[in-house]
């Protein structure tokens, strides 16, 4: 794993969606491999979208997550530095029994 993304996943992990999500930002507007941006707007969506519940904003975290869905489809699986399939179903079910 490169030094951005775990860096993105330590503030991540300790609950400090927002700081992840503004941190890997920088890096994804460098990025020139397009599967690779398309990963990484992903995990800025999902950290925006925790950071939307975390505001209990339910249905703009369910349009962001919505967006990052979208954004890994062809590309699940392809990355293992989580299980994204369990965090995006963590996100979609916060969003369906709070609205």
Avoid at 86 to 91: A, G, K, T
């Amino acid at each position: 794993m490169d030094k951005n993304k775990k860096e993105f996943f330590e503030l991540f992990d300790s609950g400090n969606f927002y700081d992840a999500h503004e941190f890997l930002e920088q890096h994804w507007n460098q990025e020139q491999d397009p599967e690779e941006k398309k990963y990484l707007q992903a995990l800025i969506q999902i950290a925006v979208a925790r950071h939307l519940l975390e505001q209990k904003r339910y249905v703009g975290a369910q349009k962001v997550i919505d967006r990052a869905i979208k954004n890994l489809e062809g590309i699940y699986g392809k990355h293992k530095e989580i299980d994204i399939k369990s965090l995006v179903q963590f996100i979609c079910n916060e969003c369906s029994k709070n609205q």
